[in-house]
């Protein structure tokens, strides 16, 4: 069974930065796509970035692209999130999501389309 563990939450003033990792364990398929989502106190889930093993090609969701970069580690099966200049309205838990990639390249983040989520990561910004 697949596992996704997050792990660089915490908490940051704003202006600061964070870098999230993923770290996915028992991956019996490549190539994959990963993304990153996250989802603040009584607001829906949202998608931030994704990212293909083998290709690297990454989608950013438009207001997200300035401050957030996603990379990978393909020989530890790790992908991250660094994120820079974070504001008070970053503040969620963030989830990192994975899936077999079938059917070429790029990615999407759209939460249907995967099917392992890891527990969340905290991620709280003080103003």
């Known amino acids: 069974q697949v596992r996704l563990v997050e792990s660089g939450g915490g908490l940051v003033q704003a202006g600061g930065s964070l870098r999230l990792s993923c770290a996915a364990s028992?991956?019996?398929?490549?190539?994959?796509?990963m993304g990153w989502f996250r989802q603040a106190p009584g607001k829906e889930r949202e998608g931030i970035s994704c990212?293909?093993?083998?290709?690297?090609?990454?989608y950013y969701e438009d207001s997200m692209k300035e401050r957030f970069t996603i990379s990978r580690d393909n020989a530890n099966n790790t992908v991250y999130l660094q994120m820079s200049e974070l504001k008070p309205e970053d503040t969620a838990v963030y989830y990192c999501?994975?899936?077999?990639?079938?059917?070429?390249?790029?990615?999407?983040?759209?939460?249907?389309?995967?099917?392992?989520w890891g527990q969340g990561t905290q991620v709280t910004v003080s103003s």
């Open positions: 999501a994975g899936v077999e990639a079938v059917g070429g390249f790029g990615c999407v983040v759209d939460s249907d389309l995967y099917d392992y």
């Open positions: 028992e991956l019996d398929f490549s190539p994959w796509r």
């Open positions: 990212i293909h093993s083998t290709d690297g090609n990454t």
